[in-house]
């Protein structure tokens, strides 16, 4: 870092305004968790439907919840009193433990018991039926078990009452035990509630929950009661807990294990300081720009953003690792940017297409990165510069780097293992066993297995609605769907008959249409009618005669009652099981039959079917299959576009076919190789894995630039195998992290980017390695045309270059006298190859400022070269060095077989600077 | 003949539930004839049934009514069942019904002489003497108490002779048991069922 004053103000100046903005984002900024931002945008109405609806429908915000730890009489008495509590709780619309008795039924809905019960459907109350109901009545109260009928007979002889609160409990009702529900083997109680917030919303469900533990400790009193809960809501809760607190732990482990890299790397705390500048710049304008454009940001988009930012932490790394004594900062930046802004710009135009991905929790991912990266390149390029002092330290002249490079150089070059490994792979994954992509939304629940089963037994024994079938019935208002589910009736009660499902439920069971309301309405007899029907009926009953006159009160009531419509029935306590079952949506009404224990699915269908065009069977989990493959293959087709659009940006910044090729080879390579070992392990390709993939053809992208663009310069490649290392090392620490990770999101990033980071380093180094071959030589040395003896570079270092050629046979060789070549002329060739050697130890062309002096005990096998069939392989190795000579030895051989060798001294115009 | 007079009540005092309860009891399995009078503001006059009460252990108790029409109601632990001739069974738990409970802890611990087990669900009074007692059971637990204000049970020596549900509004439920059972006429208002069971003939 520079000390000088205007570097550490710039360097305040930057503090100040990344606290200021952190200040404003901190403000500004609401982090969202409502999941479905992560789901795609639906386009069919079953999609709507399933994401509108079912997303906030009746089994989402259902919790089943399970006591035990006590005796039964007593977990009885802990469940009546938790319902009791949250009864009028604000977060709960819903609990009920099964307990119903007669003084349950809401006032409000009393008078209207004649027109909701069914009983108005098949009798009348002539004297006849009033008769028989009286009797039953009498020996009610004669018995000790129907005596809790008392207070409620002078109201409601017929019992209508009763018969409502029956009709209203669930088809398929638990095991009673103390009149409430207990599990099927009488030792758990068990408790159903419906959440205010849906299962969508974790920081609400949390609060719910809450609630409910706080409602249990009162209730329970110090007894060791256990509760278990468990739904939508509750597993929502539990993967945001278990996703935020890992992406939490492993980021700290990332941060702390940065800093120790960047300090090995860079022995210098002024490093980590600059590295970590633009990378904090590049956050902030990030989450600002999200926040002033979508007003939230989700959870997931921060924790998935801040990871690919750490594709920015790569610019400043590749500024730190090209420093070198001899250059400005300044200059150094001028000279890495073409290659650090195509970087940028290829990766930020992948990202750009997940604007249109039609996620939109997907295009926050994209502002924030493009942002961020635009960001982090343009303060490398800008804003690092002038803080960074000159230093001694040039990874250029790094001796270990050098060996490393030599082993690397030393590897053989295989062009066709490229092919070799492309054809495997897509073998592999063409093969591989389990389907390519991953469509079970389900799948990606970080909920462990036990809870899923035991969610599942619970919900069957409580009869909860199925998540995954419902009947929706499309009506122009709600009364015409009233209507269209009492239609619907017989069919539904046959399939109960038939065993094809356990029970249902729909919003007609609660309130019935008013064409039937109107109907029991006009069957209900009038004042006098109903008091002679009465006094007959009492004839041969011990009752009083005067007793029922508050049940004729209430039928007069009743005749002239407007009927009852769903509105009114919202603000009742049944208006929670009102609001799942039926809603209002755009002038439409939907009407949604829920099943519980279906068995047979085919026959769901089929009702739906005879049952017409406005009776739908929506299969959510086909339905949510259908919605991610529709926007994977969307993405897929905008990926395509965005690869286009890359290949068009590196060509045009390269302009050369086989600098294109190396640059993009490692890339699309490590991509199918990653592919195929994910697919050969088994593993269905989700959102994620492709998202990951993207970010780490990004990283190979990085590489593979930065290889190419060292190209000859020997200290180049050095600095820019440092940069590349440093950088890969940082990104493999984060991702391979994540990897251990038991949230399938996170495993799936981790795994993929850390496969992505190892093979697109590997490959880069590979297959970006500058082809010696086409290194022109006559750029290299003054001997121009055909008196460029030489033709290409086998391989060369510090000390020694190997050179191959066959112009000896050439007839255009100039040194050729009738069409013969005298061995003599191998001196030629050795001068030649020393030359070429000085050019490129000096790392520009044209700089061999030396001469051939001298040369001395050179040696040749044989008179005439001309006829040799093979290539000639020419070698010069640097003995002896000083500051204004160098003393070669060369070699020429064919086919193994020594043809020439001698000594030479080389005098330098200038000296060369060591 | 005063002082005569007042010596059963001076020991009214002395006499102690635990010890009655455990004299009363008999083995199980015992079965006794009843003729219940219920008696209700609702009714002109009272409902007469007549039948068999059978006891086969803690928490088992039929109630068969054969006049004037057949009902059988068996309790079994917390599930209680009634069938009735011409009705289909019904089936519900014990808690909905607090007379029905009152019936049965209030017979076993007579049949069985377990007097914690009746403790639990009543405060336990005795009053009388050894030859005409009455025991008090009223409901520990508030909600029972609005229905079932008292249950009484009077009889002489070691047998119970009625097994009254008094209810909060006025109306009862009188058991006659065994031998009493037959001198029960229709007309029987409730003070002249109280004396019958405080042994009038006796």
């Known amino acids: ?914 | 003949m005063p002082a005569v007079l007042l010596w059963p009540t001076t020991l009214a005092a002395a006499i102690d539930p635990d010890a009655l309860i455990a004299r009363l009891a008999r083995p199980a399995p015992a079965s006794i004839a009843f003729k219940e009078v219920r008696v209700s503001p609702l009714l002109r006059e009272p409902l007469v049934v007549a039948g068999q009460l059978e006891f086969s252990g803690p928490s088992s108790l039929d109630r068969h009514v054969r006049e004037p029409y057949r009902e059988d109601t068996s309790i079994r632990g917390e599930s209680v069942r009634v069938e009735r001739e011409g009705e289909q069974p019904r089936s519900f738990a014990l808690k909905r019904a607090p007379e029905l409970r009152g019936l049965l802890t209030g017979f076993s611990a007579l049949l069985s002489g377990d007097v914690p087990a009746l403790k639990r669900s009543f405060d336990v009074q005795a009053q009388g003497s050894e030859e005409s007692w009455t025991l008090l059971l009223v409901p520990l637990d508030t909600r029972a108490r609005r229905r079932l204000q008292k249950i009484e049970i009077t009889g002489h020596d070691s047998t119970p002779r009625c097994f009254s549900l008094l209810n909060a509004d006025g109306g009862a439920s009188v058991m006659i048991l065994g031998d009493a059972a037959g001198e029960v006429a229709r007309s029987d208002t409730l003070e002249s069922l109280k004396e019958l069971c405080q042994g009038r003939g006796a």
């Open chain 1, 1 to 914: 870092m520079k000390r000088t004053p205007q570097a550490l103000l710039l360097l305040a100046a930057w503090v100040v305004a990344l606290a200021i903005l952190g200040w404003f984002v901190q403000r500004q900024l609401v982090v969202g968790a409502d999941l479905r931002l992560f789901l795609p945008s639906p386009t069919t109405p079953e999609q709507r439907l399933l994401l509108e609806e079912v997303g906030e429908g009746p089994a989402s915000r259902v919790l089943a919840i399970a006591l035990d730890g006590a005796p039964p009489e007593q977990l009885a008495d802990v469940s009546r009193e938790l319902v009791a509590t949250l009864q009028d709780s604000r977060e709960f619309r819903l609990i009920t433990n099964g307990e119903f008795a007669l003084d349950s039924v809401p006032d409000e809905l009393l008078p209207y018991r004649f027109l909701l019960s069914p009983t108005l459907d098949t009798q009348r109350f002539d004297a006849q039926y009033l008769h028989a109901e009286l009797l039953a009545r009498a020996r009610d109260l004669a018995s000790p078990a129907g005596s809790f009928l008392e207070p409620w007979l002078p109201r409601d002889p017929t019992l209508e009452m009763l018969k409502l609160l029956q009709g209203w409990q669930p088809m398929q009702e638990p095991r009673r035990e103390y009149d409430v529900w207990f599990d099927r083997s009488g030792h758990r109680a068990l408790l159903l509630a419906a959440t205010e917030a849906p299962a969508f919303d974790p920081d609400r469900q949390r609060a719910a929950l809450a609630e409910l533990q706080r409602a249990l400790a009162s209730a329970a009193a110090g007894a060791p009661v256990k509760m278990a809960v468990s739904g939508a809501g509750k597993f929502s809760v539990l993967m945001e807990e278990r996703t935020r607190g890992q992406a939490q732990a492993f980021g700290t482990a990332a941060t702390v294990g940065m800093i120790l890299l960047l300090l090995i790397a860079y022995r210098r705390i002024g490093s980590i300081v600059l590295s970590i500048l633009p990378l904090a710049s590049a956050g902030l304008v990030g989450l600002a720009v999200v926040s002033a454009l979508f007003g939230t940001v989700h959870g997931i988009t921060l924790a998935f953003g801040f990871t690919l930012i750490g594709v920015a932490q790569d610019y400043p790394l590749h500024l730190l690792s090209h420093r070198r004594p001899d250059e400005e900062p300044a200059a150094i930046a001028r000279h890495l940017w073409p290659t650090l802004a195509t970087g940028v710009a290829s990766t930020c135009i992948a990202y750009f297409t997940f604007l249109f991905s039609g996620v939109i929790g997907l295009a926050q991912l994209a502002c924030f990165t493009v942002a961020g990266l635009a960001v982090a390149g343009l303060t490398t390029r800008f804003g690092l510069p002038p803080l960074m002092a000159r230093v001694a330290q040039d990874f250029g002249a790094s001796r270990f780097l050098d060996r490393l490079w030599n082993r690397i150089e030393a590897l053989p070059r295989m062009r066709w293992i490229a092919a070799v490994i492309a054809v495997v792979a897509l073998a592999v994954i063409a093969l591989a066993p389990r389907q390519f992509w991953e469509n079970d939304l389900a799948r990606l629940t970080p909920v462990p297995e036990d809870l899923l089963l035991q969610d599942q037994r619970l919900r069957g024994e409580l009869g909860t609605p199925d998540v995954r079938y419902l009947l929706v019935v499309d009506a122009a208002n709600s009364d015409a769907a009233l209507g269209r589910l009492e239609a619907l009736e017989p069919g539904l009660r046959e399939l109960i008959e038939r065993r094809a499902i356990g029970g249902y439920d729909h919003a007609a069971r609660y309130v019935p249409s008013a064409a039937s309301q109107l109907r029991r309405q006009q069957r209900l007899p009038d004042l006098d009618t109903l008091r002679s029907a009465l006094r007959e009926a009492l004839v041969g009953t011990p009752f009083r005669p005067d007793v029922f006159e508050p049940f004729v009160q209430d039928v007069e009531r009743a005749r002239t009652l407007p009927p009852l419509s769903i509105e009114s029935m919202r603000k009742s306590s049944l208006g929670a099981s009102m609001d799942m079952l039926i809603s209002q949506r755009r002038e439409r009404t939907n009407a949604l039959i829920t099943f519980s224990g279906v068995q047979d699915v085919a026959a769901l269908r089929a009702l739906a079917a005879a049952a017409g065009s406005d009776v739908r069977l929506l299969d959510t989990k086909g339905e949510s299959e259908a919605l991610v493959a529709a926007q994977r293959s969307r993405m897929l087709w905008t990926l395509a576009v965005a690869s286009l659009l890359l290949i068009g940006v590196i060509a045009c910044a390269l302009r050369s076919r086989s600098r294109i090729y190396r640059v993009l080879a490692p890339m699309a390579l490590t991509t199918l190789i990653v592919l195929a070992v994910l697919r050969g392990s088994g593993v269905s390709l989700n959102l994620f894995h492709l998202i990951s993939l993207i970010l780490a053809a990004g990283l190979g992208l990085d590489y593979a630039l930065f290889f190419e663009h060292a190209s000859a310069d020997r200290a180049e490649q050095r600095r820019t195998l440092h940069a590349v290392l440093v950088c890969s090392l940082s990104t493999l620490m984060v991702f391979a992290l994540l990897m251990i990770s038991d949230v399938p999101v996170l495993r799936a990033i981790g795994v993929t980017v850390t496969l992505g980071v190892v093979f697109n380093f590997a490959l880069a180094l590979l297959l970006t390695r500058p082809e010696l071959r086409n290194v022109p030589i006559a750029s290299l040395i003054p001997h121009q045309g055909a008196m460029c003896l030489l033709e290409r570079i086998v391989e060369w270092d510090e000390r020694r270059v190997v050179l191959e050629t066959d112009s000896h046979r050439s007839s255009s060789n100039p040194l050729r006298v009738a069409d013969k070549l005298r061995a003599i002329h191998l001196c030629e060739y050795g001068a030649q190859a020393m030359a070429v050697h000085g050019a490129l130890l000096a790392g520009t062309p044209a700089a061999a400022d030396g001469m051939l002096v001298a040369m001395r005990s050179v040696t040749f096998a044989r008179d005439w070269i001309h006829d040799l069939p093979s290539s000639l392989r020419v070698e010069a190795e640097c003995l002896h060095t000083e500051a204004s000579s160098l003393q070669y030895s060369f070699r020429v051989t064919h086919r193994g077989e020594l043809l020439a060798e001698g000594r030479a001294a080389v005098m330098l115009q200038a000296p060369r600077t060591a």
